[in-house]
């Protein structure tokens, strides 16, 4: 029998606000519900902020019951509105299109699409938002909805009145299209809820009330919370901008970090929402973490179960093995001698590095200045003097030292460090460097 995912969601913190609490708890209890969020294309990646509805959907799916992600790329076309305080650039169907197909493989980390009859789907609303025409909204989709409703959202009003922020028929438009996929999911597959952020609530209430009105039909809307900080900065936003799911846009190191930046105010919440470890594990993981909590126990759990799950377990090791090399960070370290090549790869694009065509043997002076780790072979040598260097971790006792080839790491690579948070990566060419 499927499981109430309305009480997994809840304690879990998903949920904010829902329709019917109660005869949707019902439901779940008594058939497998199909259960829908929406996501409009507008870039070839998902970020982190996303990732609330779709762990929100992977839960729905273990608890034995059928998740859809639609693409928006009919929706992604118009761009909605709500939350947002100006009219959104306009893409083509081509980038569309483009970006419905890089959200599938990141999408394929948290659902299962081949699972039997709970397998999770993802549809395209262009598919049938397309094969109406502009007389059919108007007459048989227009006419259900109040335009004195429409007027009365407050991210309308905010932009009735201000002629820089004025909003155009097409956004305004876009509440029509989003209750259609609402009913195009019910009357095809059945579905009886729409999830999503608490900007959407107004969407949610409308589709819904389009459904009943047009078929007769009782389905719920659910809303999860706006996830701030506890500095009260919107989560998934940092100085260099998004954190993407795709790699080439967030390495998987720097993915990795975002999350052992994790406040200890945040950890728990963020340990519920974005791992399927269970809430008693978690619990034991804040009770370890709280004994001391300098050591970050709870972040770098969060950390490696959420790069894991978006870049797979090996990855997350290779990130984990990079980070326990550069701080040291306690059980994450390692020998350098145990390091793969993957993590060099990664340790590549994270700090600097160079190739080097130098013979070897070659002093550990003309090391750090032939791949500018040092400006000149006086600063080296003061850097060495002063107790400074170490190479591939053995710290560097006299200027006259040697790199030799028997000391290159993987047959090619050599680990500079000046002082504490000066890190260089070297490469030796005609040592198996590609």
């Known amino acids: 029998m499927p499981v109430n995912a309305y009480e997994i969601l809840q304690a879990r913190g998903f949920v904010e606000w829902c329709s019917q609490p109660e005869k949707l708890q019902e439901v779940f209890r008594n058939e497998l519900t199909t259960v829908y969020v929406g996501f409009d294309p507008t870039a070839d990646s998902l ?4 990732l609330i509805p779709i762990m929100a959907l992977g839960w729905i799916q273990r608890s034995g019951h059928r998740p859809i992600a639609l693409a928006g790329g009919g929706t992604g076309l118009i761009g909605d509105p709500s939350g947002k305080s100006k009219e959104r650039n306009l893409i083509t169907i081509e980038e569309v299109r483009e970006n419905v197909k890089g959200v599938r493989p990141q999408l394929a980390h948290f659902l299962d699409f081949d699972c039997g009859e709970n397998s999770a789907l993802l549809v395209n609303n262009y598919d049938w938002l397309s094969t109406f025409s502009f007389i059919d909204v108007l007459r048989d989709v227009g006419k259900h ?3 004195n409703n429409l007027i009365a959202r407050e991210y309308v009003r905010s932009r009735l009145n201000d002629p820089d922020k004025s909003i155009s028929y097409t956004e305004f438009s876009y509440v029509l299209l989003q209750s259609m996929d609402f009913r195009h999911l019910y009357e095809t597959y059945g579905c009886r809820l729409q999830m999503g952020g608490n900007d959407q609530q107004g969407n949610l209430v409308a589709g819904a009330d389009y459904v009943r009105k ?13 996830l701030l900080t506890s500095s009260g900065t919107k989560f998934g936003k940092t100085e260099e901008g998004a954190v993407w799911l795709d790699e080439a846009k967030t390495s998987p190191y720097k993915f990795y970090q975002f999350w052992i930046n994790t406040d200890d105010k945040d950890v728990e919440r963020l340990l519920k929402l974005f791992t399927f470890l269970p809430l008693e594990e978690i619990a034991a993981v804040i009770s370890e973490h709280e004994k001391d909590p300098g050591a970050r126990r709870a972040q770098r759990r969060l950390a490696f179960e959420a790069t894991k799950l978006v870049h797979g377990e090996a990855t997350a090791q290779s990130v984990v093995t990079a980070s326990g090399v ?43 200045v032939s791949c500018g780790a040092c400006e000149s072979k006086g600063e080296a040598k003061r850097a060495i003097k002063q107790g400074g260097v170490s190479v591939n971790e053995l710290r560097v006792e006299d200027e006259g030292s040697v790199v030799s080839r028997e000391a290159l790491l993987r047959g090619k690579y050599v680990f500079l460090r000046l002082g504490k948070k000066r890190f260089h990566l070297a490469a030796f060419e005609g040592s198996g460097q590609g």
């Open 47 to 50: 970020h982190v902020g996303h």
């Open 326 to 368: 550069l701080f040291g960070s306690g059980s994450d370290s390692g020998t350098l001698a145990e390091i793969g090549e993957e993590t060099f790869v990664m340790l590549k694009n994270e700090m600097p590095f160079t190739a080097l065509s130098l013979p070897l043997p070659a002093t550990v002076v003309e090391v750090l």
């Open 214 to 226: 047009t078929t007769g039909g009782e389905v719920f809307g659910l809303t999860q919370p706006l």
């Open 145 to 147: 909805f109040s335009v």
